[in-house]
Every structure is written in C-alpha cells, then in structure tokens.
C-alpha cells in the first residue's frame, strides 16, 4: 500500500450538486471502510455517475465536501495511481494495441508493481496484446481498462458498471479479481452498477441512492436484518391459521400466493410460529424463510408508496 493509506478511503459530507434549477444530489452522505468492496446502486437518473464524478473530480459541486484518502478531488493528482476510476465507456486509445497501451500506462504509473504481461495474465486478454483496442470486444475493452488499473497497487478502485459488456466467464473472472485484490493487497473498493445479483455476491457493504440522497447503507448483512423476517406457510386451513396468527400477534400476512401465506414475523422464531399452528389441529405441509434479496431490499426502496 502507499503512504495514502487511510482508516477511510472516502468520506462524503452533505454534497450537493445542481444543474440550473435542478438538483442531482441533495445531502448526500456516504464513507467507505477501509478495506471493503462497497457497492453504489439506483434508479438511472438517481446520481450514481455524478457522485463518481464528483468524487474523481470531474464534476464541481456546489456544496458539501469529498476526501479521497485524505485529499480533495481536486488534488487527487498528489495520489500517484492510489486511485483509479474506470467508467462504463473504456476510453483507451483506439489505434494502439493492447501491449502498447499497457506500455503507456507502465510509463505514466509512479511505481508500477505489475508487468504488462502480469496485468495480461491477470485479465485474460493475452491472446488480445497485438489487437488494436478499436477492434475488442466491449468486453475485452473493459478488460484492458481495467489491467491499466492494476500496474500500480491502488488503494481505492472506483469501478462505473464494471459488468458491462461481459459475458458470464467474464463476470466471474471480474468478480474473483475484484475478491482477490480486496483480500490480498487490502484494495477498496466503490462499485456503481445496476447488476445487483453480481454486488450482492461481492459486496461487504452497499449504498443505495434514492432521488439524490443516500437512502440506505452499511453492511449489507445489516441491511437485511433491519427487515422483518418473511416466512412461507402451505396448511389445510389457511384461513383459520390467519386468524390465529394475527390474534396471538406472533406475525402478520403479507399476501397469500398459489395456496402459500406469506407472513410477516413480529415475534419469536418460526418454530414458535409452527408449534402454535400444531397446536390447534392445523395440518402444516410446508413452512420456509424467506430471506431478503438485494433486488427485494432495492425495489421496496425505491418503489413510490401507493396514493390514496
């Protein structure tokens, strides 16, 4: 790691950003723990690549303030390659190969770590060293954007829709790269994508953007347990059991779904909830927990609440 190093690779306090009349981001409030994978997800049009951005210095803002390892964006030139962003749209130069590319990147780091063949190796597009990158793949693109991240030893890699353009092979070589960086080298990690399956294997912690604002964050495990637990029942008395349950205040019903009761628990476990169905001659055939989602936690925030 390099002198940058930081309990907090990136803190965000009350950032602001409008264009005219409008407001992208209101309030925004997000810090990464060291060594975690951090995933940013939200509706398009919610802020995602502005906040990026901002935090890479592209963008002013009108308030608030950004430290990226301890410096503001506009210094982050000081970092010497402990940062790296990688946009959605590789912008390599298009009549270079991909070796010559990787050769102009080894001359720009301030202390390479890596050979281009390393970074080849390690992105599995050795095969692609002599192609012009005007002729990859989006694929393949992306992966050379990528090993351009890597001939250094970054601290923080901000990643924009790191899963585009990738086939399942590459997803998971992505994903285990993305393992194998944060474990090994201790590199954090801010992923911006819409693939939430793919953050949700990978992510520690998560961020979900909502109108401009921070709506949710933190550990994702966190996330899911603030939700109350959803249990499936399948009985002889649907009914009756419904009764029974929301009387004794043990759960709620959610909805009723191809003979199966969704409920909501209130109290105790589910055991409790299938000793007192037993108990009143109840014949249960199937109870199961349902566990939340990323997809689920993500849609039942940003989803607007019905209008009466």
């Known amino acids: 790691m390099t002198a940058f190093q930081n309990e907090s690779p990136l803190k965000i306090s009350n950032l602001h950003k409008s264009y005219g009349n409008f407001n992208v981001i209101r309030n925004l409030n997000l810090e990464l723990t060291a060594n975690s994978i951090h995933g940013l997800v939200g509706l398009n049009g919610s802020g995602k690549t502005t906040t990026l951005e901002c935090i890479l210095g592209m963008q002013e803002f009108n308030q608030g303030t950004i430290e990226v390892l301890g410096l503001r964006p506009s210094q982050l030139y000081k970092s010497r390659g402990a940062i790296v962003g990688i946009f959605d749209t590789p912008s390599l130069h298009p009549n270079l190969t991909v070796r010559q590319s990787l050769e102009h990147a080894r001359l720009l780091c301030d202390k390479p770590v890596r050979s281009c063949e390393d970074v080849e190796t390690l992105l599995g597009i050795t095969a692609y060293r002599g192609f012009k990158i005007r002729h990859l793949s989006l694929g393949n693109k992306r992966r050379a954007s990528i090993a351009h991240a890597l001939i250094g030893n970054p601290e923080l890699v901000v990643l924009d829709e790191p899963f585009n353009g990738l086939d399942a092979e590459g997803v998971e070589d992505v994903l285990q790269l993305i393992r194998d960086l944060n474990h090994e080298q201790g590199t954090a990690f801010l992923l911006s994508s819409h693939q939430l399956p793919y953050l949700e294997q990978i992510c520690s912690h998560l961020?979900?953007?909502?109108?401009?604002?921070?709506?949710?964050?933190?550990?994702?495990?966190?996330l899911f347990e603030a939700h109350k637990t959803q249990i499936l029942i399948a009985c002889d008395q649907p009914d009756r059991a419904i009764a029974l349950v929301e009387k004794a205040g043990v759960a709620k019903l959610k909805s009723t779904e191809q003979s199966l009761l969704q409920f909501e628990l209130l109290k105790g476990d589910s055991a409790q909830l299938n000793r007192l169905l037993v108990q009143a001659d109840i014949g249960v055939s199937e109870l199961s927990l349902k566990r939340d989602s990323l997809v689920s936690l993500f849609h039942e925030i940003t989803t607007p609440e019905p209008q009466d």
């Open 207 to 222: 961020a979900i953007l909502h109108q401009g604002t921070i709506a949710v964050s933190g550990k994702i495990e966190s």
